[in-house]
């Protein structure tokens, strides 16, 4: 939102208008710097600044909160807003980047159906179909359903995905 001055005459001293500024939106520094131009063109006295105020001038304590997650529970990196997903158990709106992600690949049908199909059908080797998923589910869901477990401090550091296992 761009800055938007206004002035009014206020009242007149020495048969002088002095002006009272208002700066509305944006960033009050910028208002400021146009203020005091403004002033100065008109030949009148420059407005103090405002003192910056830095997030890490307001830190009474040096030490620093712990953090229990090095990305914490994401994977943004850099990204102002990710789009939701809906997850799979419970229908919650989580943000994409920190949804569980579970990629499944199984039968249409299952395996008695299978038998049935196959032994009706007229081809010798006839491969069905199978469905691919991918299913998202909000953390809550996959702890509950042991998708996902929770891990000691030590293990939380290991970043590469476990043992895949081969039926």
Same mark, same amino acid.
């Given at each position: 939102?761009?800055?938007?001055?206004?002035?009014?005459?206020?009242?007149?001293?020495?048969?002088?208008?002095?002006?009272?500024?208002?700066?509305?939106?944006?960033?009050?520094?910028?208002?400021?710097?146009?203020?005091?131009?403004?002033?100065?063109?008109?030949?009148?006295?420059?407005?103090?600044?405002?003192?910056?105020?830095?997030?890490?001038?307001?830190?009474?304590?040096?030490?620093?909160?712990?953090?229990?997650?090095?990305?914490?529970?994401?994977?943004?990196?850099?990204?102002?807003?990710?789009?939701?997903?809906?997850?799979?158990?419970?229908?919650?709106? =989580?943000?994409?980047?920190?949804? *569980?992600?579970?990629? &499944?690949?199984?039968? !249409? /049908?299952?395996?008695? $159906?299978?038998? +049935?199909?196959?032994?009706?059908?007229?081809?010798?080797?006839?491969?069905?179909?199978?469905?691919? =998923?991918?299913?998202?589910?909000? *953390?809550?869901?996959? &702890?509950?359903?042991? !998708? /996902?477990?929770?891990? $000691?401090?030590? +293990?939380?550091?290991?970043?590469?995905?476990?043992?895949?296992?081969?039926?």
């Amino acid at each position: 939102m761009a800055t938007r001055q206004t002035a009014k005459a206020a009242k007149k001293k020495n048969g002088e208008a002095i002006f009272c500024w208002r700066v509305r939106g944006g960033s009050s520094q910028k208002g400021l710097a146009n203020i005091n131009k403004a002033l100065l063109e008109r030949g009148l006295a420059r407005l103090p600044a405002r003192p910056r105020i830095d997030s890490r001038s307001l830190k009474t304590d040096t030490k620093e909160m712990t953090v229990k997650r090095r990305a914490h529970g994401r994977n943004k990196k850099g990204r102002g807003h990710v789009h939701r997903v809906r997850c799979a158990s419970t229908g919650k709106a =989580i943000p994409k980047d920190k949804a *569980i992600k579970r990629f &499944v690949v199984r039968n !249409i /049908v299952d395996a008695s $159906s299978m038998r +049935d199909i196959r032994d009706a059908s007229a081809y010798e080797s006839y491969a069905l179909p199978k469905l691919y =998923i991918k299913q998202y589910y909000c *953390i809550e869901a996959a &702890v509950h359903q042991r !998708i /996902v477990r929770s891990r $000691s401090r030590t +293990d939380r550091r290991i970043r590469e995905p476990p043992q895949r296992f081969r039926r």
